[in-house]
């Protein structure tokens, strides 16, 4: 076998791999079929054997599964011990795949090699391309999806008791034979070796032969693609085939795009997503024809092409493949600002009011505005949404407020749009997961909203902005271990990027009625807080309780600052009608806040928060974050 040879890195080729990685993360968090079936390609247009290509490419991806399965563990949308058993199979596969492949480069050199990879891709991207295209033209003209059944094949397959490779799956909430299990592995395996693209026989065979679910079998495909992944990257590594670097530059580059392609998925309809697929799948199909001739005649398998005209094919197929490159960075990037723009719009009316809010001098006290008219609540049905359901129906019944009761249909792009019905098993159980919250809310004028998101919290978010709440209502979790696994990773980021002021109760929490406390540092943060509780006890009649608190290790100008900070904003609720008591306390700020709470007896906490920024530690301040941990009573995190 010859050399494997790997591109030489140069500026110009590091920039083009990083750009590639962003435009096929792109096209992956948009079109979610993984991106690799453009990553392949375009590293083998820059130069790179269809070997290393392939190698490399399931290198860059299983880091990127291993945290997508997590990720989707955390919501039951992951059948781990199937996907382990297939993944298992599948690196047999992927054994047998890169035995192949070593095989036609042993007997015909990188040629031989290049020319299987793009006959596979040409197979495959016509067969699954004509399907989604054919997918479009049904949705265009009917958009609503059929409630997902088990298919016929599915029970027959259940249907075979074979003694001795019988296994129980909590996907299938039942057993089937091994016997089924492993070729649907192993082929799912043999593909990925071939173009790094297993997915696309993985789902489909686990929905239509095994009957998993669509949105579990998704979820479980990242398992099987770890597994997979890291297996073949050992097996490929071991013939020289891993070129490390191009992993970690196109990694580098599809990490940031396929947040952008997600985000662009939320301002599109279904139907067009997947035109814009089965479009740039037909065009890379079409892109790698052109290379064929080529590859055959130096192979000897046709008559000899001249040098001149081999090169005007690669540069046609290379053309094309870049025709399809931007069309996916333009749909995405076209889908993303216009969504931008429209968001900004109402972003800047927002921090307008509020910063103008912010510097209203104080005299003549706060304006009476302790009401709450479009109220959020948002609920997945466990019980640790019990609270949220509770004060918010409460809240909406006392300020006569119309109350939107969401829930998120949460399921992974990822083969999503190859997959009849996945987003409909989301929808079904997101439509389950409100009806608590509906019974609660009989009586009160409210609507069901159903959001579509790959993470809780964007939908929650959006769903917020689109319906104009002025209140975000939203359960969290029992008291165990850290702060944040209590909160929740899906609460800490919808109060980090909310448009508006956010409640979090506990499962025990009810409307309050004997107290509000509001911390307060001094900062504009605090003032915010401390303004808002003050609106909430006039309207209440509740007595606040105002707290500031100073480490042991501060020096007496702090202290004085926490005393100034108090008075400051007992003098802005001065003309109000509503009895202040202000403590300044020693110890940490989350601790002094939650032991004064208990002191006064207040069923009511304020705080103020860092608002939006990128850094999911800094999403709503570590202090607020640990006050919500730990409350006892519901907590009302204010934004500026």
Known sequence: MEATQFIELNAATVFLLVLIGFIGGMVSGFIGSGGAFVLTPAMMALGAPAMVAVASNICHKFPKALVGAAKRHKYGQVDVKLGLILGLFAEGGMLAGKHLMVGISRAFGKVGTDLYVSAIFIVVLAAVGGFVLRDYRKLRHAPQDEEHVVPPLALWVRSIVIPGTMMHFDALKGRVSLLFVIPI???????????????????????????????????????????????????????????????????????????????????????????????????????????????????????????????????????????????????????????????????????????????????????????????????????????????????????????????????????????????????????????????????????????????????????????????????????????????????????????????????????????????????????????????????????????????????????????TAIDRVKAGLAALPVQVTGIVAEGRPEQVILDQASKAGVDLIVIGTHGRTGLDRLLMGSVAERVIGFAACPVLAVKL
């Open 185 to 563: 592995g192993f082929a799912t395996g043999l593909l990925a070796s071939a173009i790094a693209v297993g997915g696309f026989i993985g789902v489909p065979a686990m929905i239509y032969i095994l009957g998993v679910p669509a949105l579990l079998a998704s979820g479980t495909e990242l398992v099987i693609a770890f597994v997979m992944g890291l297996g073949g990257t050992f097996l490929y590594g071991l013939e020289g085939a891993v070129d490390v670097r191009l992993s970690m530059l196109i990694l580098l580059g599809s990490l940031f795009g396929i947040q952008l392609g997600a985000i662009g998925t939320t301002y599109v309809k279904d139907y067009q997503i997947k035109l814009v697929m089965a479009v740039i799948m037909l065009t890379v199909l079409f892109s790698r024809m052109f290379y064929i001739p080529g590859y055959m005649s130096e192979l000897g398998m046709i008559a000899p092409l001249d040098h001149g005209s081999i090169a005007t094919l690669k540069t046609l197929g290379d053309s094309v493949l870049a025709v399809a490159l931007i069309l996916g960075a333009v749909t995405v990037l076209t889908s993303l600002t216009k969504g931008i723009a429209e968001h900004r719009k109402a972003d800047f009316a927002r921090q307008l009011a509020a910063g103008m809010a912010a510097f209203t001098p104080a005299q003549g006290g706060l304006e009476r505005g302790g009401r709450w008219r479009r109220i959020l609540l948002a609920t997945d049905g466990s019980e640790y949404s019990e609270g949220a359901i509770r004060v918010a129906a409460a809240l909406a019944r006392r300020n006569d407020a119309r109350l939107f009761i969401a829930s998120i249909a949460v399921y992974n792009p990822e083969y999503a749009t190859t997959v009849p019905g996945l987003e409909q098993v989301a929808l079904d159980q997101a439509g389950r997961n409100v009806a608590g919250a509906v019974q609660a809310s009989a009586d009160i004028e409210h609507e069901v909203v159903i959001a579509e998101a790959e993470d809780p919290y964007r939908g929650i978010v959006d769903a917020a902005s689109e319906d104009r709440a002025d209140l975000i209502v939203m359960g969290r979790r029992g008291k165990r271990g850290l702060a944040r696994a209590m909160v929740g990773d899906a609460t800490a980021r919808v109060i980090g990027h909310a448009p508006c002021n956010v409640l979090v109760a506990p499962r025990g929490a009810a409307q309050w009625h004997q107290g509000i406390l509001v911390a307060t540092d001094g900062s504009r943060h605090g003032d915010a807080a401390a303004r808002l509780a003050g609106q909430l006890a006039l309207e209440w009649q509740l007595p606040l309780t105002v707290v500031s608190a100073v480490l042991p290790s501060h020096n007496e100008q702090r202290r004085r600052e926490a005393v």
